[in-house]
């Protein structure tokens, strides 16, 4: 079992910055590879942003594209999401996701099924204009 857990959110103004954090414990070594997932109010989940562990490459939506940086620290079991130049369309819950590598589904920007096995509680992003 893994247990994520997200933090950093809050209320800035348009064109202000954020950093979100998502600490992974349990059986991290278990992860093929994590995602920031985002759900505005009255729309479906969308992934803003993908990391495939061991440097296998990351993915951006092309909203956030040039705006929002995903990371991680593998020394301190964290994955990061560095949103600058937020927007008013940025406000959502922002929640981190973990696909296990005994799984077949893949992390990618597209509509989510099932494949997330693995959620944290969410953090709250909300920009003002």
């Known amino acids: 079992q893994v247990q994520l857990v997200e933090s950093g959110g809050g209320s800035v103004e348009a064109g202000g910055s954020l950093r979100l954090s998502c600490v992974a414990s349990?059986?991290?070594?278990?992860?093929?590879?994590m995602a920031w997932v985002r759900q505005a109010l009255g729309k479906e989940r969308e992934p803003v942003a993908t990391?495939?562990?061991?440097?296998?490459?990351?993915g951006y939506a092309d909203s956030v594209k040039g705006r929002f940086t995903i990371s991680q620290d593998n020394a301190k079991n964290t994955l990061y999401l560095k949103m600058n130049s937020l927007k008013p369309e940025d406000t959502a819950m922002y929640y981190c996701?973990?696909?296990?590598?005994?799984?077949?589904?893949?992390?990618?920007?597209?509509?989510?099924?099932?494949?997330?096995?693995?959620w944290g509680q969410g953090t709250q992003v909300t920009v003002s204009s």
């Open positions: 349990g059986y991290t070594a278990s992860v093929k590879c």
């Open positions: 996701a973990a696909i296990p590598r005994s799984s077949g589904g893949i992390c990618y920007i597209g509509p989510i099924g099932s494949e997330y096995k693995y």
């Open positions: 990391f495939y562990t061991g440097g296998r490459g990351t």
